[in-house]
């Protein structure tokens, strides 16, 4: 594999502005703790570390989508749509720490800048798009792949210009951010894709072998059993 | 009521346990197996951060202006799990596995550890946990 790094390095903006969104990162993370604790149950927890660990595995995933251009997953909507917002981006956050410190993928300085983008910004983005989408869409798996989809390709478009950003504010070099804003974009769209298409497929799976596991259908079911998930076939509360 | 669904909801379910052995194992098989597969080209970041760089075979900046000109050296470059291997395993294949393998648990091990430090126990501290969320 000679993919060896997959997020932003040290030196690419300068320290000041990666000091400020590791301020930034942290006090996210702190409101990310503290409310994710309302959701953590004894279930919650373990369900989190398998989100956590399955997001490391396919990280490692890089698929081709232009002629020597890879793309590889975020993570941040399956996440919230497993485990919900909070939880969510602790979990993408938990995933970048060992990849920065282990791994030494993501540079230690721009461990902030890579955690507001991807765990905070792109699990943020793509959990508002998820609860807006489920209240038009059924809550069934079709409906939550369909959800997963739309909300992936819009997070990791989202999360790329997040870099745009810190690049304009701190940037080590003085290149048209209009260019680079386009660029990160439109390479960011097909790598969105299939992140949605990787994101689909594994909500989908786990709304029909344990619906139960699933925070955004738990979420936004009705206190009493649903009639959409009984039409889908689904027992998982026996 | 309550009880039970606490019960239910208890780790040792074993359905739980099976959903969760089952889970991993399939990120095992993605990290350790399938990664070998993956694209060998930079992602879309590094891809753009290089444009109008040249770079050497070993992916150093040679010359050019980009948004990566600057960039430094890790400083956990000379960890044993550095690049996505492991260091001194000189099979390819079994080095990225290896190292895909060890991340997953590894992660896996944190995330759930971590989460379960914090979640939220019983009615007792449901009601402490509530007082001091309130600031």
Redesign the interface.
């Known amino acids: ?12 903006v300068n320290a000041q502005v990666s000091g400020m969104f590791a301020v930034i990162a942290a006090f996210a993370l702190a409101i990310c ?2 409310r ?3 959701d ?19 990280q ?6 232009l002629p ?5 997953l975020l993570g941040g909507t399956l996440a919230a749509i497993l485990v919900g917002p909070w ?1 969510g981006a ?2 993408v956050s ?2 970048l720490i ?8 993501g ?3 721009a461990l902030g800048l890579n955690i507001t983008n991807m765990a905070v910004l792109g699990t943020a983005v793509g959990y508002l798009l998820v609860a807006g989408l489920l209240r038009v869409l059924p809550k069934t798996p079709g409906g939550l792949a369909v959800t997963a989809f739309v909300a992936s390709v819009i997070s990791v478009v989202i999360a ?1 210009q997040g ?1 745009v950003l810190q ?1 304009w504010l701190g ?3 003085q ?1 048209s951010l209009s260019t ?1 804003a386009g ?2 974009a439109g ?2 769209t ?2 969105g894709i299939g992140e949605g298409l990787i994101a689909a497929t594994t909500v989908a799976t786990v709304a029909r ?2 619906p139960d ?1 699933v925070y955004a259908l738990r979420r936004f079911r009705a206190p009493a059993a649903s009639p959409a998930m009984a039409a889908a076939g689904v027992g998982g509360t026996a | 009521m309550k009880g039970r669904a606490v019960r239910r909801a208890s780790s040792s379910n074993p359905r739980l346990v099976w959903f969760l052995a089952g889970g991993l194992l399939v990120a095992l098989l993605l990290a350790g197996v399938v990664s070998n597969f993956a694209s060998g080209s930079p992602d879309g970041l590094d891809a753009t951060a290089l444009k109008g760089c040249t770079t050497d075979a070993e992916g150093n900046i040679t010359g050019g202006t980009c948004i990566a000109q600057q960039e430094q050296e890790h400083q956990m470059k000379d960890s044993p799990l550095a690049d996505y291997g492991i260091a001194g395993i000189d099979n390819p294949y079994l080095s990225a596995g290896l190292s895909g393998v060890i991340g997953v648990l590894l992660t896996f091990g944190l995330g759930y550890g971590l989460f379960w430090l914090v979640r939220r126990r019983g009615q007792r501290t449901d009601r402490t946990a509530t007082g001091a969320g309130e600031a």
């Open positions: 594999m000679d993919v060896v790094a997959m997020h932003i390095a040290n030196g690419i703790v503290m994710g604790r309302a953590l149950n004894d279930r919650l927890a373990p369900m989190a570390g398998l989100v956590a660990a399955f997001i490391f595995a396919v490692m995933l890089n698929f081709q989508v020597g251009v890879s793309g590889h939880v602790l979990c938990t995933v060992i990849q920065c410190l282990l791994f030494a993928d540079g230690l300085t790329s870099f690049y940037g080590t070099t290149l680079i660029a990160l390479v960011h097909f790598i072998v344990r596991l």
